[in-house]
């Protein structure tokens, strides 16, 4: 009897297993198949790539999303890490109400926040594009960023820190020479993960790019609506890659040097969302 | 002011001993002995005081007041306000009041079956993953070693890929004449008429169990892994037969592991925009469509951020409930 549950669940496990897998290797696979049906196997091409990459629109939208990618993780980082240095210092009664704001904005569901941005643009008229993407961003990249530099200082303890700032340091000194260096895995990891979640995103950059700027999960997204090309699967394997290979050094680094950022990694975005 | 340098004076007060004790009783090797004002270890001593005041200032919170307050909670407030406003929809242009007939209206309007039906399907799509991602878990849990570490990773690989990537592979997976229309067509589900998943709800559902499923299985896993295998022991010992061992044992110690993962499910499908666009063809059947619908496309802004706040709402109440819940839980193993 036990012996059965055992090998049931274990045949639910593999089949959730192949269930998966199965999409994502039909796309990387579907994108090196010659036929322009999609219908069947009929050959190796790299052709849809070669189409992809020559294709202007995918470069524009390509360097969209870079830009997006790295602008909002710079402003998140620069958020998460001053939040960082005040939230140690910060009475309890301060600290609860930052923590509710930062896990808030992990829990709510992304498009309300970014209807509430859209709507704010509106109503000042702020243009939708590139930096209205990029504060969309920054809303969900600094609290996870702000969360996985907080677990780290939590780790630190002051007295390092204090240390030097007796023997003579100055404190933006103390802050590059000591604080950063101790802070760098985990500030590593958030920017890591903020790269691949910007880099993954749909709801934001959808609303918030207006009619100027078009991220590659935003130009994916019209085309699956709208028609599927073989090109998309060459733009989604490219894109997939991108975020994997970002992520998997984020989990790297979370294994081999202390973080703080264990959990996140396994719970991610869309964890608390 | 006064309030903000007496309370960091406090904070500087209580963890800077080591500070204080160089102040107090220097080293007698470095000091100069006439020198007993200006000394050059006060002097030192005292500039990182000060620095490091104002390196401690609240400016530093300054940019996530930036974050929180200006990206975050003031387009939530605005949301709020224009749910009491009203829109005329011949020219978009809203009016600002404090009316409460966007709220009435979703009461009666056509849009609180669609609610209801969306609100529906979350929470079937969130059992249906706690169904598949229970046993799941439980393999996991069971694995040791090696073959526990590689399943582990297994199922969090795919959500590490791209959320966009992994919707599209879906879509070819249930659309028209695809693998699984093949298969149900096959083992005889479906007879003649292909019926196709694409643009169902029953669609949607697959594309978020798909999506979400390690969020069911991760924390199921943790809360499995901390059961203290002695109990499973003592259960079968006193009697109990597997299947009463799960249901009586496993299953409520397990049961934080289950909640958490329904609501880190259950949250995040309910507001889900990108799935139901694709794999719902357009059609608004999740709340988080019906909800960006009047803003994107029907343009009436006061019943949209009517309806973005009932969801806000909800998922508050579901919050605090659960926490009111955790609370108790805790007082009852603490006793």
């Known amino acids: ?273 | 002011m006064g309030q903000r340098a007496s309370q960091s004076g406090e904070s500087y007060g209580r963890s800077s001993s080591l500070l204080e004790s160089i102040e107090s009783d220097p080293p007698p090797l470095s000091r100069e002995p006439d020198d007993s004002s200006g000394g050059r270890i006060s002097r030192i001593a005292r500039f990182p005081r000060r620095a490091v005041l104002r390196l401690r200032g609240q400016g530093l919170l300054l940019p996530s007041v930036v974050s929180a307050g200006l990206f975050f909670l003031v387009p939530l407030a605005l949301l709020l306000v224009y749910s009491f406003g009203s829109v005329n929809l011949l020219d978009y242009q809203v009016y600002f009041g404090w009316t409460i007939s966007n709220y009435t209206s979703i009461i009666r309007s056509i849009y609180l079956g669609v609610m209801l039906r969306s609100l529906a399907l979350s929470l079937g799509a969130t059992l249906a993953c706690l169904l598949i991602g229970f046993p799941v878990a439980y393999t996991i849990a069971r694995a040791r070693g090696r073959r526990q570490a590689v399943l582990l990773v297994m199922i969090m690989v795919p959500f590490w890929t791209s959320f966009i990537v992994r919707t599209y592979g879906i879509y070819n997976v249930i659309s028209y004449n695809g693998p699984l229309d093949r298969l149900l067509n096959a083992i005889g589900l479906v007879h003649g008429q292909l019926q196709s998943l694409l643009f169902q709800p029953a669609g949607i559902g697959i594309g978020i169990v798909y999506s979400y499923l390690p969020l069911m299985v991760l924390p199921i896993y943790v809360a499995l892994e901390r059961i203290e295998p002695n109990l499973l022991l003592a259960a079968s010992d006193l009697g109990a037969g597997p299947r009463r061992v799960l249901r009586r044992v496993v299953v409520p110690l397990a049961a934080p592991g289950i909640v958490a993962g329904c609501f880190l499910v259950g949250i995040p499908a309910t507001g889900e925009y990108t799935i139901p666009a694709i794999l719902g063809g357009g059609k608004a059947v999740m709340y988080g469509n019906v909800v960006s619908d009047q803003f994107l496309s029907l343009g009436n802004y006061p019943f949209g951020s009517a309806i973005a706040m009932a969801l806000t709402v909800l998922i508050l109440a579901v919050l605090l409930w659960l926490r009111s819940r955790a609370a108790k839980v805790e007082s009852r193993t603490s006793r």
Not at chain 1, 70 to 97: C, D, H, K, P
Not at chain 1, 101 to 119: D, H, M, N
Not at chain 1, 199 to 222: H, K, N, R, W, Y
């Open chain 1, 1 to 273: 009897m036990r012996q059965r549950r055992v090998t049931m669940s274990g045949v639910i496990t593999t089949l959730v297993m192949i269930f998966l897998y199965a999409p994502i290797v039909a796309v990387v696979v579907f994108s090196v198949d010659r036929d322009p049906l999609l219908l069947h196997w009929t050959g190796f091409t790299v052709h849809w790539y070669d189409v992809a990459v020559h294709d202007p629109g995918v470069s524009a939208d390509f360097v969209t999303s870079l830009e997006a990618a790295g602008l909002s993780t710079v402003l998140s980082l620069a958020v998460a890490i001053t939040a960082g240095l005040w939230f140690r210092r910060a009475s309890a009664r301060a600290r609860r109400m930052f923590d509710f704001l930062t896990y808030s904005r992990i829990v709510l569901p992304e498009v309300l926040v970014a209807l509430g941005l859209f709507t704010l643009m509106q109503k000042l008229g702020i243009p939708l594009g590139l930096w209205a993407i990029i504060v969309g961003h920054v809303v969900f990249n600094s609290a996870y960023a702000t969360v996985i530099i907080q677990a780290r200082f939590a780790t630190l303890g002051m007295s390092l820190e204090q240390a030097a700032a007796d023997l003579g340091a100055s404190p933006w000194r103390v802050f590059r020479r000591v604080t950063m260096p101790l802070l760098r895995p985990a500030v590593l990891v958030a920017a890591l993960l903020a790269i691949s979640f910007s880099f993954d995103d749909v709801v934001s950059s959808l609303f918030l790019g207006g009619t100027s700027a078009e991220t590659i999960p935003v130009l994916l997204f019209g085309m699956i609506r709208l028609h599927v090309t073989p090109e998309v699967n060459a733009i989604g394997a490219g894109q997939m890659l991108i975020t994997t290979v970002t992520f998997a050094i984020a989990g790297l680094i979370t294994v081999l040097r202390p973080t703080g950022a264990g959990e996140m990694l396994g719970f991610g975005r869309r964890a608390a969302r």
